[in-house]
């Protein structure tokens, strides 16, 4: 039995015997499946690497049985097997949605593979037209170099870099000389870029297209060129990038690498767009605990199954187990987002940070009695529009944001008293208006302690009655 299965096995007598809602079962299942992404992989057969593997890839070119073949072969010529993962530093946050095909190369390291993390401050220059509906602004060095410098801590938690390579492309890319570059991009046929849709759609709409975002994929390509590379992993935004790769490995002599495209993650905000930092729908990893459990909990439940595929060590079976927990009623959708918020606080903060932000956020939003809640935010000035103490409270960055949050519901005054709790719903209209007077007109007589409700964030509104 491999020591995979046994975590497995422990995992499983807790998901399908114990009360899921305990904090003690919670604290023992996180333990587990944290402990799991250390987890020593290298009794896995190569055909088991591979189908692990693959479990978790949109695609795995060109099958799984080539990815075990591969392993086998370099074992045979006494190498190890090379996987690789590149990030350009456009920003300086990497988030969760980065941290995707992360864990699979996190797979890799575990298994006894060498793995190769590139962070690319020379392709961060030309910024990748992935996805893009128009010229990506130009980075200056000063930029990038803020943007990379913390960018090996921020991904720490995912591999050890005592054993794994943190390389900086710019370190080969500045030596390839134009004699290079000409030999390498007359055996690539235009059409090969262009067959991209992103670029076909913005020629049809008369938008800018550079040949510096033609030639991304091709200078992106160097990298694996550079490490021999036997296997990159990537989301699938860039799979068309890695099949260039392929090319220009081949192109240049090499064998050319596997590839394994990962699924993308929608964003916390629920509308279906991808997770990215240009839309404000993340979670970054240096985010404290506190806030990325919070994050998580805000997604729409709809997710919860995708995010665990996505984001933590749990294998198929033990997701079935949940699914039909929830099905059979002995199983809330709620309890299982708690552990799903705690399986990613816990891959970041560790098992007691979890447990510590999970409490916490039950007794901010999971009781009734808000007044148990220690160290909530005050409002002592009343005389501001809601617009202006929402913002100057951190809870949103704009008018905008605020009457999103009141037209989806969520904008909220609460009186506790020892009759219980009321909540008055604002509408997007009244988040113009001064605080006191709503106050006034909407708890008018009404005594006991005033609260604030914007989403899931609460403060304190503090009155001279």
């Known amino acids: 039995m491999t020591r995979l299965s046994q975590s497995v096995d422990r995992a499983t007598a807790l998901l399908t015997g114990a009360d899921l809602a305990a904090d003690a079962t919670v604290r023992e299942l996180l333990t587990e499946t944290t402990q799991r992404r250390s987890l020593d992989l290298s009794d896995l057969a ?12 949109q695609e795995l070119q060109p099958s799984a049985d ?69 010229d990506r602004p130009a980075l200056t060095d000063e930029d990038i170099a803020r943007n990379l410098a913390t960018y090996r801590q921020q991904v720490t938690p995912f591999f050890d870099f005592d054993r794994a390579q943190f ?39 008369g938008q800018g297209l550079s040949l510096a975002e033609l030639m991304y994929s091709v200078v992106m390509a160097l990298d694996s060129v550079e490490t021999n590379c036997d296997l990159e992993v990537g ?42 930092k240009s839309k404000g ?16 909990m805000s997604v729409p439940d709809r997710l919860v199954e995708p995010y665990f595929r996505a984001l933590s060590e749990w294998l198929d079976p033990e997701l079935a187990i949940t699914s039909e927990r929830v099905e059979a009623g002995t199983l809330h959708p709620m309890d ?55 913002k100057a409270l951190g809870f949103a960055k704009s008018n905008g944001d605020v009457r999103r949050v009141a037209q989806q519901n969520g904008l909220r005054l609460v009186v506790e008293s020892d009759g219980g709790q009321e909540q008055v719903t604002l509408s997007a209209d009244e988040t113009r208006e001064p605080l006191a007077t709503l106050v006034k007109d909407k708890l008018d007589g009404q005594t006991g302690d005033f609260y604030l409700k914007v989403g899931r964030k609460l403060a304190r509104i503090i009155t001279s009655a």
């Not at 890695?242 to 081949?250: A, G, I, L, Y």
């Not at 005389?383 to 103490?389: H, K, L, N, R």
Request: glycine fraction near 8%; include cysteine; aromatic fraction near 6%.
């Open 46 to 57: 190569p055909a088991e690497q591979a189908a692990l593997i693959a479990a978790r890839s």
């Open 281 to 296: 729908n993340y979670v970054p990893l240096t985010a404290p605990a506190g806030e990325i459990f919070g994050k998580i």
């Open 167 to 205: 390389r900086h492309n710019g370190d080969w890319l500045r030596q390839i000389t134009l004699p290079k570059i000409i030999e390498i991009i007359s055996q690539i046929p235009v059409s090969m870029p262009l067959q991209r849709e992103d670029f076909r759609k913005r020629l049809d709409a």
């Open 66 to 134: 080539a990815l075990a073949e591969r392993i086998i072969s370099a074992d045979k010529k006494g190498r190890r097997f090379i996987a690789k993962f590149g990030i350009d530093p456009t920003g300086a946050e990497v988030h969760l949605g980065h941290s995707v095909p992360m864990l699979i190369l996190s797979r890799f390291q575990r298994m006894g593979h060498q793995v190769v993390f590139i962070v690319g401050d020379m392709t961060a220059k030309i910024g990748d037209p992935s996805g893009r509906s128009d």
């Open 235 to 276: 989301g699938i935004d860039q799979f068309l990038n890695m099949q260039m790769c392929r090319k220009v490995m081949d192109v240049c002599g090499q064998i050319p690498e596997l590839v394994v495209a990962t699924s993308l993650i929608e964003g916390t905000d629920g509308t279906g767009a991808k997770m990215s």
């Open 336 to 390: 299982l987002k708690k552990i799903l918020a705690g399986e990613v606080t816990a891959a970041i903060h560790g098992v007691d940070a979890a447990m510590k932000a999970r409490e916490e956020f039950v007794a901010r939003f999971s009781k009734r009695t808000f007044g148990e809640v220690e160290d909530l935010p005050t409002i002592a000035d009343l005389s501001q529009p809601v617009t202006e103490v929402v």
